[in-house]
Structures are given as structure tokens and as C-alpha cells.
């Protein structure tokens, strides 16, 4: 009894020498945030520019998953990282007003609140607007994130994103799901590929979704079926797909791409 307790205390007293150095080494880590801000005023052709780099995150994140590691999770490490990857941005936004979120729902907001702050971590304030036009609007500001969700019942909010010039769908949520996105955020960013990517198309063909599924496969472009409300019809293309892409000269009218979601495992 004596030894597993003795035991027991040496190995909390481990853990709490590595609690220290990791509360040293996430300080220094925003002390660099400080000094990149910094560099990044210095260097800065407008101060018109959102603090978020989804691309960036995304390969530090890919990159962290694929080292070596004896125990932590795949969620604890993307769970560390998205909150330290947060506060640098909190301190990078200091003299800018910071980030901010702006949520609309119909029905799941606490499942769509969860998985912003699962994403953009706890540092960007929080509001809930009443119409998804009102986010769109808000999000074409550097400072500000849409937060919006993927429900049929809702209407295709996402349409309008294709006579927006800047505002784009910048990631899927929840981040960690495999399965069909159930709500995005939106900004005023230019996508730029990782390699692991999901692009989000929109189209008001008259075609069924399983012709227009093949007319893109035709066209080498894999592609799934989210939902088609109000005549618009929302699919996600495998791959980055820019807004020019020639694959997509079948498609006129109403059709575009509106963003991508860099994909982390």
C-alpha cells in the first residue's frame, strides 16, 4: 500500500511539473502571437485582411496528427491545438477589435453554437442574428465569421453567397465529422488549396441531382448530394475547385462555387 501510494504521488508529481512547462511553453507561443501581429502591421498592404488562415490551420493540424504520440487522441490534440491557435489570433486582433461570430439556425443552435467553439475555439465573441441575410451581410467585414447551418427546412440561404464578390464558405462543421456537413462558417477569404479539400457548389439546373452527380463525373469531378430546396440545388465536389474552373462550363445560370473546407483528418 505504501508503494502504490508513493507511486501514485510520483507520478502526480510528474504531471504537475509537465502542467508547468506547457503553461510556459503556451505563454511564450503568445508572446510570438504578440510579435507576429507585430510583423504583420509592418508588412501589411491593408489592414482589410481577416486574421484566419483556414489553409495554414488546417496543415499545422494534419501535420500534428501525423506525429509520432504514445496515448493523446486525435480530438484531445485538434481540441489543444484549435484554443491555443485561438488565443494567438485573440492577441493578433488586440488593436483590430478581434474576432467575432455570428449565428443563425433554425432549430439545432446548440449543436451549431458547439461546434463553432469546438472550431474557433473561446476567444471570438458571440451573437445571434435573426436571417441569414444579416450574417452574410456581417461576414463581408475582416472581423467577422459566419456561423450558419445546412438544413433544408431553412431555404437556400447559400445561394446568395454566389453574388457575394469575397464571402465564402470556409470550413464544414462539425470539423471532426466525417459524415455530410450540417453547418459552415463564412468569411471574406480566398480559398487556397491544402491537398485534402471539399468544395461547395451551387447550381439552379433543371437536371435531377444523379444527372448532374454524372454530368460532373464526366467532367472528372466527383461530387454528393447535400440538399435541394427552392430550386437550388447545394453538392460538395471532392477536391479544391476554384470559381473558374473549365469542369463547370456545363453549368450556367445560377450555378457556382462558394467556398471549400479544408479537410483535417
Not at 501510494?5 to 502526480?12: G, I, K, M, N, V
Not at 486582433?93 to 443552435?109: C, Q, T, V
Not at 472550431?119 to 467585414?141: D, H, N, W, Y
Not at 454566389?162 to 465529422?177: G, H, Q, T
Amino acid at each position: 500500500m505504501t508503494e502504490t501510494a508513493e507511486t501514485l504521488e510520483s507520478l502526480r508529481q510528474q504531471i504537475d511539473a509537465l502542467d508547468h512547462q506547457l503553461l510556459q511553453l503556451a505563454d511564450q507561443r503568445s508572446v510570438l502571437a504578440r510579435a507576429i501581429a507585430a510583423a504583420k502591421a509592418r508588412e501589411a498592404t491593408s489592414a482589410e485582411v481577416s486574421l484566419l488562415r483556414p489553409d495554414r490551420e488546417a496543415l499545422l493540424l494534419r501535420k500534428l496528427l501525423n506525429a509520432p504520440r504514445k496515448a493523446v487522441s486525435d480530438a484531445a490534440v485538434v481540441a489543444l491545438w484549435r484554443e491555443l491557435i485561438s488565443e494567438s489570433l485573440r492577441i493578433q486582433g488586440e488593436d483590430r477589435g478581434g474576432l467575432h461570430l455570428n449565428f443563425w439556425a433554425k432549430d439545432n443552435i446548440g449543436d451549431l453554437t458547439n461546434w463553432a467553439r469546438a472550431r474557433f475555439g473561446v476567444a471570438p465573441s458571440q451573437q445571434f442574428l435573426a436571417e441569414p441575410s444579416e450574417v452574410i451581410a456581417a461576414a463581408r467585414r475582416p472581423s467577422q465569421i459566419g456561423i450558419l447551418s445546412l438544413d433544408p427546412r431553412t431555404g437556400p440561404w447559400w445561394a446568395r453567397l454566389l453574388a457575394e464578390p469575397k464571402v465564402r464558405i470556409i470550413c464544414a462543421l462539425p470539423e471532426m465529422d466525417q459524415n455530410r456537413p450540417r453547418g459552415v462558417a463564412i468569411a471574406p477569404i480566398a480559398p487556397e488549396p491544402t491537398g485534402n479539400d471539399l468544395s461547395f457548389f451551387v447550381t439552379d439546373s433543371g437536371k435531377s441531382e444523379t444527372a448532374i452527380i454524372d454530368t460532373l463525373s464526366h467532367q472528372g469531378l466527383a461530387a454528393d448530394w447535400l440538399m435541394t430546396t427552392g430550386g437550388m440545388k447545394l453538392f460538395v465536389l471532392i477536391g479544391f475547385v476554384q470559381e473558374n474552373d473549365s469542369r463547370l462550363k456545363d453549368f450556367t445560370g445560377l450555378s457556382g462555387i462558394i467556398g471549400t473546407s479544408p479537410q483535417i483528418i
